[in-house]
Nanobody, 119 residues
């Protein structure tokens, strides 16, 4: 089992910044990747950014150049720095970790944190 605890959401004005954190604990050995997804009301959940255990990053086109995913291996924590936020970035952001356990792929999720971009 992997436990993911997110923090850092909140209300911010357009053009502002927020940093989300996701701390992993438990059976973190062999986590393949960690990432952030978001879901806005009435929309499907979408990948925002991900980072593999090798450090390769991947971003949604809508956030490229504005968001940066990074990690602190010693703290088992992944961060999402969000700059130049737009109202359309408003969503519940959830941390995700993926790994193979007993030959099967498992996805783990955090509880989600609300990000609201509004003036």
């Amino acid at each position: 089992q992997v436990q993911l605890v997110e923090s850092g959401g909140g209300l911010v004005q357009p053009g502002g910044s927020l940093r989300l954190s996701c701390a992993a604990s438990g059976s973190i050995f062999n986590i393949n990747h960690m990432g952030w997804y978001r879901q806005a009301p009435g929309k499907q959940r979408e990948l925002v950014a991900a980072i593999t255990n090798g450090g390769t990053t991947n971003y949604a086109d809508s956030v490229k150049g504005r968001f940066t995913i990074s990690r602190d291996i010693a703290k088992n924590t992944v961060y999402l720095q969000m700059n130049s936020l737009k109202p359309e970035d408003t969503a519940v952001y959830s941390c995700n970790a993926g790994k193979v356990e007993k030959g099967l792929w498992r996805d783990y999720w955090g509880q989600g944190t609300q990000v609201t971009v509004s003036s």
